[in-house]
């Protein structure tokens, strides 16, 4: 079974769907990620440990967006810069990005997981030319 191109890789992960086959509705609560995908099967955690990765994105994208959020802050209230309205914005990013990117982030991860590991033989139960199960 070829695997699918890095684009669609990252591109699944991005709109949380499946790595290998592309389904949706990998979450049974909008936080959660199920163990396997309904429709080939594969795990998502291949290993112990194996979301540290997811967390590691969400911290840099959650930091990223905190710096862009004081930068951007500070320079529409230049020169008479406003502790409260700036501190409240900061705070806000810090707790809202990363709750909604933490499923995105573990999709996202088994993407890039699959470009630096590529799907291993008996892993996932999909034709990903045709996107139909097989046996297997």
Known sequence: MSSPSNLRLIFRGLTRRCAVCGRGGLT??????????PRCGYRFE??????????????????????????????????????IPLAAATVAVAVIVPTFFHPIAKTLWVGVDLIIHPLEPGEAFVDSEEGSLQQG
């Open 46 to 83: 291949r290993k112990a440990g194996h979301f540290v990765g997811a967390v590691g994105m969400n911290t840099i994208v959650t930091f990223g967006l905190i710096a862009i959020t004081l930068v951007v802050g500070i320079l529409l209230m230049w020169p008479d810069v406003e502790f």
């Open 28 to 37: 049974d609560r909008f936080l959660h990620l199920r163990e396997s995908c």
